[in-house]
């Protein structure tokens, strides 16, 4: 008797009639199964933040912004994926992260780095990339995420806050601070955007020749100007002080506990009291990371932009709690 099983093979036994009977839908199952194989194409979103050091708990709350973002808002026929690199807050490590990036080609656009000095470090390496780049502070307020390179969004933080320090009493506008990766107006240019008379401060200079009428617009580091403040409260302990987006990372309040009269501002929407109530992390700076994610995903997935409030400026206030509150007008 031939025992192969349909006369092929030398070592085969005869299949039991239960078996024959189940052959058939476990074939269809393994069939199935096959045919539902996820083989749609996968892209990816980069992400450049610091994941260690100082920064790093802005670096994953911007990591968890980015996942939301990617979680609501569909993508039919496309695979959606973070890939996040760590700047650690380091101009020449930003620039390493955007060049390994660009390494994988499945990286199709890219988010972040989060501050002005570390996007100007990373600009040669992905301004002429063929991905969509996104940097959250970058705003034009007509248009939404524009080129970090361009003049609006700074702009439009240098007026707003120098419209509040006139109601704050002063009469001169300070930047102080590393201005690396802000626009590279002069101080006359400056004036004319900020309606009263503005200076620069060298980025290493220390709060002489300020006097009590001048506020204080800061544009370099977190960590740095939480060092630049304490100085400046010794000889001017009311000067208003500004920050920029990087005023809502939670280094600056700690190492510049109560010293009062602290003030920060940045770029959001009027839905962002509506996004806040139901994500987490809900900080302004997630939210822009949140949008900059939506932005990215619409630009590689050919999807039309989502519409949206139009951008504005708005200002905070940082008490002696450590905790930011809008900014009210004396």
């Known amino acids: 008797m031939d025992r192969r099983i349909g006369g092929y093979g030398p070592t085969a036994y005869p299949m039991s009639p239960i078996a024959?009977?189940?052959?058939?839908?476990?074939?269809?199952?393994?069939?199935?199964?096959?045919?539902?194989?996820?083989?749609?194409?996968?892209?990816?979103?980069?992400?450049?933040?610091?994941?260690?050091?100082?920064?790093?708990?802005?670096?994953?709350?911007?990591?968890?912004?980015?996942?939301?973002?990617?979680?609501?808002?569909?993508?039919?026929?496309?695979?959606?994926?973070?890939?996040?690199?760590?700047?650690?807050?380091?101009?020449?490590?930003?620039?390493?992260?955007?060049?390994?990036?660009?390494?994988?080609?499945?990286?199709?656009?890219v988010v972040g780095p989060l501050w002005p000095s570390l996007a100007a470090a990373t600009a040669a390496t992905l301004s002429d990339a063929d991905v969509k780049w996104v940097t959250p502070y970058a705003i034009a307020p007509d248009r939404g995420f524009d080129d970090p390179a361009a003049r609006e969004w700074a702009v439009g933080l240098v007026a707003s806050v120098a419209a509040a320090a006139r109601e704050q009493g002063?009469?001169?506008?300070?930047?102080?601070?590393?201005?690396?990766?802000?626009?590279?107006?002069?101080?006359?240019?400056?004036?004319?955007v900020a309606g009263m008379p503005v200076t620069y401060a060298t980025a290493d200079a220390g709060p002489g020749g300020l006097d009590a009428r001048d506020a204080v617009f800061w544009l370099g580091t977190a960590d740095a100007g939480a060092s630049y403040v304490q100085g400046l409260r010794t000889v001017l302990p009311t000067v208003p002080f500004w920050l920029g987006p990087q005023g809502g990372d939670p280094v600056f309040a700690e190492r510049a506990p109560q010293v009062g009269d602290i003030y920060w501002a940045t770029w959001?929407?009027?839905?962002?009291?509506?996004?806040?109530?139901?994500?987490?992390?809900?900080?302004?700076?997630?939210?822009?990371?949140?949008?900059?994610?939506?932005?990215?995903?619409?630009?590689?997935?050919?999807?039309?932009?989502?519409?949206?409030?139009?951008?504005?400026?708005?200002?905070?206030?940082?008490?002696?709690?450590?905790?930011?509150?809008?900014y009210q007008a004396p």
């Open 268 to 326: 959001s929407t009027l839905d962002y009291n509506e996004w806040a109530a139901t994500h987490a992390p809900s900080t302004p700076n997630a939210y822009l990371v949140y949008m900059a994610t939506r932005d990215a995903i619409n630009a590689v997935s050919g999807m039309a932009p989502q519409p949206s409030t139009p951008w504005q400026v708005v200002r905070f206030e940082i008490g002696n709690d450590g905790a930011s509150r809008l």
């Open 170 to 192: 002063a009469d001169r506008l300070v930047l102080a601070g590393d201005a690396t990766g802000w626009p590279a107006l002069t101080a006359a240019e400056w004036t004319a």
């Open 20 to 109: 024959r009977s189940l052959l058939v839908p476990i074939l269809l199952i393994i069939f199935f199964l096959a045919s539902c194989t996820n083989i749609q194409p996968v892209a990816k979103i980069g992400l450049i933040a610091p994941f260690e050091g100082l920064y790093r708990r802005t670096g994953y709350e911007a990591l968890a912004a980015m996942r939301l973002a990617i979680a609501e808002l569909p993508t039919p026929g496309l695979g959606v994926l973070p890939l996040a690199l760590d700047d650690s807050g380091d101009p020449t490590q930003a620039r390493r992260s955007a060049e390994k990036l660009l390494v994988d080609p499945s990286v199709r656009a």
